[in-house]
């Protein structure tokens, strides 16, 4: 389905019916058991996850008057007729009209703009969500991989007789974790049951533990888990989705307390459990998996449901269930296929595709149009480059007009390459056009170096020589010239060069000592040369050893 911004306001609204109507009919079946009210809460979730695809899906149905719904704004196309210019002043009248369609579209277009993005801002919180929920569900199996297999005889007793009075036939796996502080479990083919290192050592309390945690595999309770997950992921928007999934949580674990106290477990003693287990609750790092410890928040409504031997329990009856299905199917289709807009926005599509068909038609005239321009221009550009020319005190010939033509000469290069001091020939300007080098170059340049010639000023183009490099060099040699300026940019001689050199003791009289330093490497030298050497050790005497004293003579 393309995610568009009519579509999502639709999913708004949508949904915040189906989730305020499910919550209404909590309210209304308070006194009902919870597995029942539990019944209802998840058929409000299925109905908000099969709503985008039934809106995709069915067909569109528009039950109100289309008077009834807002009259879609009218999509206005104007463009001014243009007709085939029969000469120079018809050209000139049809480029001054001004775009009326584009001035009356303008406020169209930076709504349109701002609407893109609205998917976008859709989508990066559902990946977000979607991906804790994987990452939640990736845990679990990663902590049963590294889990223990529990083999005391006692809970294993206990899981017996559970699914004994249970009725529960399928195998479990009963583990234990030192990841955990409370019981969980999951899973719906083969499920698991994962106890805490404390939790195991409570024997007293196998019998509760184990029947609490296997009312929620029985009930299939992980995957209305996801589905509530991916219900929130889907409609993170929408508050009362959110409220809905909470609500759904809750009424799964009242509705596994019923099946404990149902299975001949004593109320104050399981809810002596509720209370320790409330102490060691997992902190909602495991939101993938059920456990038996409260939270904060539920554990007073969860306790005095234990305590209280009028309500009622037990699981949902088969009217009951029937009941739910229907308004699932009931309310779901309708609703998605509900548009109140359908045959405004089939005209407003077939009024975008005519308005898109004419400004085809427009865009196509006005690129007529501008090719005439163009030609026009280029005439005129033409005849002036040869006025200019001629009025330079030459006589151009035929042959240097359609060269000046054939590189594209404007009265405007003409005028930037000259002034009052100097002028240009026919043959500079079309060299130096052809080379790629504009007046304003050549205007500048010759400002630095009157006597140049434009041939010089090609060449020093060619090796990069710019206006900039050029007032640089000259602030260390001011005589230079534009021959030296190219010599010294070929071989690599700059400002930073030339400070280095001076920094090091090296006197650089003009441009050509310059040139020389570089191009046989002189950095190099340079540098080693303003290093003096160290002076060579001094070494000491060697120590003196004194007279041996004269030995008496023998006897």
């Excluded at 008077?67 to 029969?86: G, H, K, L, Q, R």
């Excluded at 976008?120 to 590294?146: N, Q």
């Excluded at 400002?447 to 900039?468: K, N, S």
Aim: hydrophobic residues 50%.
């Amino acid at each position: 389905m393309m995610i568009t911004t009519a579509t999502l306001i639709g999913l708004v609204w949508k949904s915040a019916l189906i989730a305020g109507l499910t919550l209404a009919l909590l309210r209304l079946a308070r006194t009902r058991s919870a597995g029942e009210r539990s019944l209802v809460a998840h058929v409000g979730l299925l109905a908000l996850l099969v709503l985008p695809f039934a809106t995709m899906m069915l067909p569109q149905w528009q039950p109100l008057p289309t008077e009834w719904a807002a009259a879609a704004p009218p999509v206005v196309t104007t463009a001014a007729p243009v007709a085939a210019p029969a000469d120079d002043a018809a050209v000139s009248a049809a480029a001054s009209v001004p775009a009326t369609a584009e001035t009356g579209q303008s406020l169209s277009v930076v709504l349109a703009s701002g609407s893109e993005f609205a998917p976008f801002f859709y989508l990066v919180p559902l990946a977000l969500l979607f991906a804790v929920m994987l990452l939640a569900v990736l845990r679990l199996f990663a902590m049963r991989g590294r889990a223990e297999v529990l083999v005391e005889g006692s809970w294993l007793s206990a899981l017996a007789e559970a699914q004994r009075r249970m009725g529960f036939k399928h195998g479990t796996a009963l583990l234990v974790s030192d990841e955990l502080r409370s019981p969980i479990s999951w899973g719906l083919l083969r499920s698991t049951i994962v106890l805490s290192p404390k939790a195991v050592q409570a024997v007293g309390e196998a019998e509760a533990i184990i029947a609490h945690e296997l009312a929620h595999i029985a009930r299939l309770d992980w995957a209305k888990l996801l589905a509530s997950r991916a219900a929130c992921a889907v409609f993170w928007f929408n508050p009362l989705v959110w409220m809905l999934a909470r609500e759904s949580h809750q009424l799964r674990e009242e509705a596994a307390d019923d099946a404990v106290l149902m299975a001949d477990i004593d109320g104050p003693d399981y809810a002596t459990l509720l209370v320790g287990a409330a102490r060691h609750d997992n902190k909602a790092a495991l939101m993938a998996a059920h456990g038996v410890a409260p939270s904060k928040n539920s554990l007073k409504r969860r306790i005095t449901r234990v305590l209280d031997a009028s309500l009622k329990r037990g699981p949902a009856s088969a009217s009951w269930v029937l009941m739910s299905l229907v308004l699932l199917a009931g309310v779901t289709a309708p609703l998605a296929a509900f548009s109140a807009t359908a045959a405004q926005e089939q005209a407003t599509a077939e009024q975008a595709f005519a308005a898109d068909s004419r400004t085809v038609a427009v865009a196509a005239r006005q690129s007529a149009l501008t090719s005439s321009q163009s030609a026009v221009a280029s005439r005129d550009a033409a005849e002036d480059s040869a006025a200019q020319a001629a009025a330079s005190s030459k006589q151009l010939t035929p042959e240097q007009l359609i060269s000046m033509r054939a590189v594209g000469v404007t009265p405007e290069d003409v005028r930037q390459m000259q002034d009052d001091r100097w002028s240009v020939d026919a043959a500079d300007v079309i060299a130096a056009k052809a080379t790629g080098i504009d007046g304003a170059y050549i205007g500048q340049m010759r400002r630095l170096f009157p006597g140049a010639e434009v041939g010089e000023m090609i060449g020093a183009a060619a090796v990069g020589v710019d206006v900039a490099y050029a007032r640089d060099i000259k602030a260390y040699f001011p005589g230079v010239n534009l021959d030296d300026l190219t010599g010294m940019r070929a071989v690599g001689v700059d400002s930073a060069f030339i400070r280095e050199m001076r920094k090091a003791g090296v006197v650089l009289r003009d441009p050509e000592d310059a040139i020389a330093l570089r191009a046989t490497g002189g950095i190099g030298r340079a540098a080693r040369a303003a290093i003096p050497e160290p002076p060579a050790p001094v070494r000491s005497p060697a120590p003196v050893r004194p007279p041996e004293p004269a030995r008496p003579p023998a006897d």
